[in-house]
């Protein structure tokens, strides 16, 4: 079964910083993709950014970029230029092959001004 | 509109009581889920669908039945409501395989439902 851990439950920066959410996977599959969702006080759930397994090059999306570490077993979130819309929960999440998705334990990401 | 479209938003009832959450998509996607979220344990899966007739139960199944009335619809229900059920409650959607948002989810803005 695939499991995914996410260590930090609070994190924070100041607002222009960069700051860097952990996440890690287990899964015994080679077919398989990793996202990471945002979810604002809204409560509303938000695709940041998504990573196939089989592609070498990490995914960015404007100043959302991955680090993806296969052997390690790691995808970490890079936050560049945070900005105060940027405060949320974000979840890291993996899903093998075609099925579901499981979600690791969330991280609270705070913005300093 | 909304993509997918929860109701009700916000629900508080009280132990035993029958509750069903309802949720509809327009994006014409084949696969359905409900997830549960609650604090510090993230987001887990209660039951999911691939298409009208397939329905499966994720993690945490026990004390929750779903039906697929069609392939927009898939509704959660909670026979005899508990105080451990109180989450806030996700339905979300998928493509199939082989489309390029294939294993993306579009959720739902959620409903919260505390049980007394």
């Known amino acids: 079964a695939q499991t995914v851990t996410q260590s930090q439950p609070e994190m924070s920066v100041q607002e222009a910083e960069t700051v860097t959410l952990s996440c890690t996977y287990d899964t015994s599959e080679s077919d398989y993709y990793l996202f990471w969702y945002k979810q604002p006080p809204s409560r509303q759930m938000i695709l940041v950014i998504r990573?196939?397994?089989?592609?070498?090059q990490n995914a960015t999306e404007n100043r959302f970029s991955v680090n993806f570490q296969k052997a390690a077993k790691s995808f970490s979130l890079k936050i560049s230029d945070s900005q105060l819309g940027d405060a949320a929960m974000y979840f890291c999440?993996?899903?093998?092959?075609?099925?579901?998705?499981?979600f690791g334990q969330g991280t609270r990401l705070t913005i300093n001004p | 509109d909304a993509d997918v479209t929860q109701t009700p938003r916000n629900r508080i009832t009280k132990t035993g009581k029958r509750i069903m959450l309802e949720c509809s998509q327009t994006?014409?996607?084949?696969?359905m889920y409900w997830y549960r979220q609650d604090p510090g344990l993230g987001l887990r899966l209660i039951y999911y669908s691939f298409d009208v007739k397939d329905i499966n139960k994720g993690e945490i199944s026990d004390g929750y039945s779903v039906s697929r009335q069609a392939q927009a619809k898939f509704s959660l229900s909670l026979e005899s409501a508990i105080p451990n059920q109180t989450a806030l409650y996700f339905c979300?959607?998928?493509?199939?395989?082989?489309?390029?948002?294939?294993?993306?989810?579009?959720f739902g803005a959620g409903s919260r439902l505390t049980v007394l």
């Open positions: 990573q196939e397994a089989y592609k070498q």
């Open positions: 979300a959607t998928s493509e199939a395989p082989g489309g390029s948002g294939a294993n993306v989810l579009t």
């Open positions: 994006k014409g996607h084949d696969r």
């Open positions: 999440a993996g899903s093998q092959g075609a099925q579901k998705l499981v």
